[in-house]
C-alpha cells in the first residue's frame, strides 16, 4: 500500500480550508472554482499533480521517516471533496443558491475538523468497508 507523509495531507488540508473559507466569505465563485480544480486535477491526472503535495515537497524536503497515511485514503477524501465542490459549482450555476455554500462549508468544515485530528473521510472509509464485509457474510 502507498502511503503519503502526513505533512503533505496537511499541506492540502490547510490550502482546502484557505480556499473554501475564501470562497464562502468572499462569496467568490473564482475562488469556489480554484478550490475545485485544486481537488479535481489530482483526481483526474494522478497525485503527481496534487499542487499541496508539490508546495509541500518544497516545505518538507528532508520528510524521511515520519507519519503517513495510505494514499487510498487520501484519494477517498479528495473524491468527496470533488463530489461536493462539483454540485456546490452546478448548483451556483444553475440557480445562485445558497446551497452551494453550504456544500463547499461541508468541505471546510471536514478539511478543518481533520487539521484537528479526525478524520470524517476515514471514518466514511472505514464505515463502507465495514458494510461491504458485513453484507458479504464473512
Given at each position: 500500500?502507498?502511503?503519503?507523509?502526513?505533512?503533505?495531507?496537511?499541506?492540502?488540508?490547510?490550502?482546502?480550508?484557505?480556499?473554501?473559507?475564501?470562497?464562502?466569505?468572499?462569496?467568490?465563485?473564482?475562488?469556489?472554482f480554484i478550490a475545485f480544480l485544486f481537488v479535481i486535477t489530482p483526481l483526474v491526472l494522478g497525485q503527481k499533480a496534487?499542487?499541496?503535495?508539490?508546495?509541500?515537497?518544497?516545505?518538507?524536503?528532508?520528510?524521511?521517516?515520519?507519519?503517513?497515511?495510505?494514499?487510498?485514503?487520501?484519494?477517498?477524501?479528495?473524491?468527496?471533496?470533488?463530489?461536493?465542490?462539483?454540485?456546490?459549482?452546478?448548483?451556483?450555476?444553475?440557480?445562485?443558491?445558497?446551497?452551494?455554500?453550504?456544500?463547499?462549508?461541508?468541505?471546510?468544515?471536514?478539511?478543518?475538523?481533520?487539521?484537528?485530528?479526525?478524520?470524517?473521510?476515514?471514518?466514511?472509509?472505514?464505515?463502507?468497508?465495514?458494510?461491504?464485509h458485513v453484507l458479504k457474510g464473512n
Amino acid at each position: 500500500m502507498r502511503e503519503i507523509p502526513i505533512s503533505y495531507v496537511k499541506t492540502n488540508q490547510i490550502i482546502m480550508v484557505i480556499l473554501t473559507l475564501s470562497s464562502i466569505v468572499l462569496q467568490s465563485i473564482l475562488l469556489l472554482f480554484i478550490a475545485f480544480l485544486f481537488v479535481i486535477t489530482p483526481l483526474v491526472l494522478g497525485q503527481k499533480a496534487n499542487l499541496a503535495f508539490y508546495i509541500a515537497k518544497r516545505l518538507f524536503p528532508h520528510n524521511v521517516g515520519g507519519e503517513t497515511e495510505a494514499a487510498v485514503l487520501q484519494k477517498f477524501n479528495q473524491t468527496i471533496g470533488g463530489l461536493l465542490l462539483t454540485l456546490a459549482l452546478l448548483i451556483y450555476l444553475w440557480t445562485g443558491s445558497w446551497v452551494a455554500w453550504l456544500l463547499t462549508g461541508m468541505v471546510t468544515l471536514a478539511a478543518t475538523v481533520a487539521l484537528l485530528g479526525f478524520c470524517v473521510g476515514c471514518f466514511l472509509y472505514f464505515q463502507f468497508k465495514k458494510l461491504k464485509h458485513v453484507l458479504k457474510g464473512n
